[in-house]
């Protein structure tokens, strides 16, 4: 069993930043992918990032230039420092980690809104 707590969500202004966390505990040595989805009120859950347990990242096209993902190993923290936010960013955020099994794993979600 893995299990993830994210932190770091809260209120932006258009163009301001904010750095997401995903404390991961567990079954850590088990983890083999990290990475984080978003879902907006009324829309599908949808992939943000991807980083891999060699360290190679993937990002949605419209996140693309604006965020990072990142992982410390050593303190088992994913992170997704997010820059130049859109209203459009707003959203729940989740941390997913999945496991050398295939077995996804979530977090509770933290919400980021983005607005003047």
């Known amino acids: 069993q893995v299990q993830l707590v994210e932190s770091g969500g809260g209120l932006v202004q258009p163009g301001g930043s904010l750095r997401l966390s995903c404390a991961a505990s567990?079954?850590?040595?088990?983890?083999?992918?990290m990475g984080w989805f978003r879902q907006a009120p009324g829309k599908q859950r949808e992939w943000v990032a991807l980083?891999?347990?060699?360290?190679?990242?993937n990002y949605a096209d419209s996140v693309k230039g604006r965020f990072t993902i990142s992982r410390d190993n050593a303190n088992n923290t994913l992170y997704l420092q997010m820059n130049s936010l859109k209203p459009e960013d707003t959203a729940v955020y989740y941390c997913?980690?999945?496991?050398?099994?295939?077995?996804?794993?979530w977090g509770q979600g933290t919400q980021v809104t983005v607005s003047s």
């Open positions: 567990g079954s850590i040595f088990s983890i083999n992918a």
């Open positions: 997913n980690a999945v496991e050398r099994s295939n077995r996804n794993y």
């Open positions: 980083i891999s347990s060699g360290g190679s990242t």
